[in-house]
């Protein structure tokens, strides 16, 4: 991976203190248009919340959510889902309503493109607390369960014990795949390693 690749789209624009205050929504707030992503040269350096930016964490940058809220995006040209939380302020380019980490595009499909369609939904306002002791690695979501067990069964061909969890996020319907669980965070990231050793693209989440 190239240092220009991982500068992705938004190298162009920084994240300063927000110029507008946050504006808290319910629960099943959506929007719906482009996301870029950024990796280096912002990883390492504060955000606008204050925390250190890890492009390998689940997390995107807007303009007004509260910090903390924790969004579910769609890519709209391939279906895939990702869950982020907003930690930071952005993105400051026309037509732009998010900025996904790396490790977020990546999930997305969007490392290549650059900047894709999305659409946005708020599924928690608040920050969520990990469950101690209970981690799984999630390989995809899809809003289509045919998809969902399509790759439950791939991933038994090749050894994997995998399964299907349905997960209703407001009035909609997410089908997610995921494989083990783990009391600790460093096991479920081993395992996580060996997924991605067979081409896919994982996270550790808690269960």
Known sequence: MTLALLTGAACAHHHPVPRSPAVPVPVGYEETGRASWYGHPYHGRETSSGQVYDMRQMTAAHRTLPFDTWVLVENRDNGRTVEVRINDRGP?????????????????????????????????????????GAFTIQVAAFADETRAI????????????????????????????????????????????????????VLVTPE
């Not at 790759?151 to 349905?166: C, I, T």
């Open 150 to 201: 399509a790759l439950e069964r791939e991933l038994a061909a090749k050894g994997v014990d995998a399964g299907v969890r349905r997960a209703e996020l407001g009035d909609r319907v997410l089908y997610r795949v995921r494989a083990g669980r783990f009391t600790r965070r460093a096991d479920a990231g081993h395992y996580a390693r060996r997924l991605a050793t067979l081409g896919y693209t």
């Open 92 to 132: 400051f380019a026309a037509g732009r309503i998010l900025d996904l980490s790396y490790a977020a595009a990546r999930v997305l499909g969007a490392v290549e493109t650059g900047v894709i369609p999305v659409r946005l939904r708020v599924i928690a306002t608040t920050g969520r607390t990990e469950p101690r």
